[in-house]
C-alpha cells in the first residue's frame, strides 16, 4: 500500500463504516501519527506501529487504546459532578425535549456561528460531537466527522448519523493526518476541556493551512452566563436529585473554562478572524450568552 492511503477493507467487510465519500481518507494512527492505516468492521489497524482501534456499532474506538494522556484531575472526582455526570443521558433528553426554551437557545446559538461560515464542500470535523445534531449540518462533499469521548454519546450519533464517521478520541490526541483537514468545528465544546491548551496545539497540528476552525462557547464567567445560570440550575437539580446551588456546583466543574481563558488561549495557536456575540451585537462578553469564531493558522 502507498504511503498516506487508507486502504479499504475487502468486500463484504466493514462496509457500514462508509468510505466512498473520502472523509476516512484523512486518518492516521492516534499514537504513531502515520497514515497508514487499514479499516475492516472490527478495527482500525496502523500498519506501521501494530496499533489497533477496536469498532463498537460502527465507531472506531481511539480512546480505548490511547487513554488520556494526562491524569485524571482531582477537581472531577467531586461527588455533586459525578451525579451530573451519571445523568448526562437525561439532562439531554431535557435539553432537546420539544418546546424546550434551551434548545431553542442553543439553534440560535450555532446559527450564530454558521453566520462566520465561509462555504466549502470540505469534510466537516465536529469535535465534542456529543448526540450528532450538527452532524447533518456541517456535513461536505467528504461528509462528517463526529469525534467525541462518550461513548454512550456517540451511539445516540450514530441512530440519528447513519452515514457519519464516529470516532471515540480525546481531543488532545486526534486521528488525523497532520496539515490535513480544512474545516473544523468546537460548538459549545472547549469549556468543557480542562487541558484546553494540550488540545488546541493538537487541532493546530491538523489543520490545513489554508484550513478554518470554527468555535462557539458560553461566555462563561461573564454576567450573563452567571445569572442565567440561576434558572437552569433549578431544572438540573431537579433531573440529578440536588439542590440548584450543588448542581451549580457541578456545572460550574462541568465548565471548568471561562470564555476569558478561551479566548486567550485561542490565541496563542490561532489567528482570530471574524467573532460574533448573541443575543447582542454589543455589549462584548459581560453582556452576551455566547461568543463564536472563525479562526485561522497562525
Known sequence: ???????????GRGAQLRDEDGALALLACAIC?????RLTEMALDCQACGASYPCE????????????????????????????????????AAHYAPGSLSAEIERRLKEDLYRLVVPSTETGIDLGCGAGDALQRLSGAGGAIGIDQEM??????????????????DLAALPFRSASVRRVFAIAV??????????????????APD??????????GSLAVTAAR?????????????????????????HCNTVFLIENSLEKFF????????PFRFGGRQFNLAKSYRLRPL
Open 271 to 278: 489567528r482570530i478572524e471574524a467573532t460574533s456575540c448573541w
Open 230 to 254: 440561576y434558572v437552569t440550575s433549578i431544572r438540573n437539580a431537579r433531573i440529578n436529585g440536588m439542590t440548584p446551588a450543588q448542581s451549580r456546583t457541578a456545572q460550574r466543574i462541568d
Open 190 to 207: 472547549l469549556e468543557h476541556v480542562f487541558f484546553l491548551e494540550a488540545a488546541l496545539k493538537e487541532i493546530q497540528r491538523c489543520l
Open 33 to 37: 501519527g502515520a497514515a497508514d492505516v
Open 152 to 169: 454512550s454519546l456517540l451511539k445516540m450519533a450514530r441512530r440519528r448519523n447513519p452515514e457519519a464517521t464516529l470516532i471515540r478520541a
Open 1 to 11: 500500500m502507498s504511503s498516506g492511503a487508507l486502504e479499504r477493507a475487502p468486500p
Open 211 to 220: 484550513g478554518a476552525f470554527y468555535v462557539m462557547v458560553p461566555t462563561e
Open 57 to 92: 456499532d460502527n465507531i472506531i474506538d481511539c480512546l480505548s487504546v490511547t487513554g488520556h494522556g494526562q491524569e485524571r484531575p482531582r477537581l472531577y472526582d467531586n461527588p455533586y459532578y459525578q451525579r451530573f455526570i451519571e445523568n448526562i443521558e437525561a439532562h439531554h
